[in-house]
């Protein structure tokens, strides 16, 4: 059965940038591995790979696995959007449930700010093969969709940029409240990956 909730969006920790990582993953599916065991120590996934064979996974799900934070045993630390506002900000109560598209959708940056829509466009769409400049990263195995990102120094850039108020919200808003609301949640999640210095992965659950 097919459910009528909106899609649910997670924000895990990374540490690499993916822009970095792309080129060991293209050369890990033709077969090199090198690169990305030395991007990624602790995935006993990328570990496995063995020399001179075709991974069997796709690259999303390669670039999931070599940017993720992981612990020394492998396993996946505690995600960045696990404090109280976990439901509000995974699934936004307005259209897909997708809340930095509701943002970027009902605010307009003031004067000569543009650094808002930029990272808040990077986060939610970055990994797009338009943005992104390269095909295959975004949809992986078992429903994994990755969205976008941002750099460990993109997270302290985007809360100067929220915290400027130099953006206005659209009289056309359909939810009373709803950007402020949005934005003290995406600032608790910042926040958070702040004090983990750590970067931002936006995920999509269909």
């Given at each position: ?29 033709g077969g090199d591995h ?122 302290s850039e985007l809360q ?47």
């Open positions: 059965m097919q459910s009528n909730l909106p899609n649910f969006h997670t924000f895990d920790p990374i540490v690499h940038d993916p822009v970095e990582v792309i080129p060991s993953i293209q050369s890990s599916l090198v690169d990305i065991k030395k991007v990624s120590p602790n995935s006993i996934d990328i570990q496995s790979l063995k020399d001179g064979i075709e991974p069997k996974m796709d690259p999303a799900t390669l670039l999931y696995l070599a940017i993720i934070e992981l612990d020394s045993s492998g396993a996946r630390t505690e995600g960045i959007d696990s404090g109280p506002g976990k439901e509000k900000l995974g699934r936004f109560p307005y259209s897909d449930g997708n809340i930095v598209a509701y943002l970027l959708r009902y605010t307009r940056q003031k004067g000569d700010m543009s650094t808002l829509h930029e990272l808040l466009y990077k986060l939610s769409d970055g990994l797009s093969e338009d943005n992104l400049g390269e095909s295959g990263f975004r949809d992986g195995f078992g429903g994994l969709t990755l969205l976008g990102w941002l750099t460990r120094k993109e997270v100067r940029a929220i915290r400027s108020g130099r953006w206005e919200i659209l009289s056309e808003e359909p939810l009373d409240g709803g950007v402020d609301y949005a934005f003290r949640l995406l600032l608790a999640m910042l926040r958070a990956a702040q004090r983990r210095r750590c970067g931002i992965l936006m995920r999509r659950h269909s």
